[in-house]
């Protein structure tokens, strides 16, 4: 076992970029494209010789993915296994957010968004519970 110094200096790497394959990738550099490509124009640093640039995009940051998702409204008889058989249950979903909430007399309400793909065997598994009462299917915007 190696010991590790607590005041040597940590080395941060930089992460690899999305969809690299493989350790040996070539990487645009860390500090943006090189000083012979003309200001505002698209770094060619990764792609082939000869492969056109990417358009630049209109809406500035980020990409970001958008997944259509579902929302789920459980309501549970409340005790104090319900919330770990419910995570119990969707423990092979790819749950995006969960939320459980105790509304009174031995009732709780748990709120389930999972993608659209997800949503049948979701709502399935959930209806197989004892805890649970009803559970409720409506889009995650509204």
Known sequence: MTHHDATAPVL???RPEHGTSSPGAKRAPADG???SAAPGAP???GRPSGTPAPAPCAASGPAVRLTVTVRLTVTVRHSEEALG???S???ATRVRELSYAVSGAARATA???VPRADAGRAGAR???L???LAVAEAPAGR
């Open 12 to 14: 941060a790497l930089p």
């Open 85 to 87: 058989r419910l995570a």
């Open 126 to 128: 959930l209806r197989r």
């Open 111 to 113: 709120v389930v968004v």
């Open 130 to 132: 004892v805890d649970v």
């Open 89 to 91: 249950t969707l423990r």
């Open 33 to 35: 494209p090189s000083p």
């Open 43 to 45: 770094s060619s640093a």
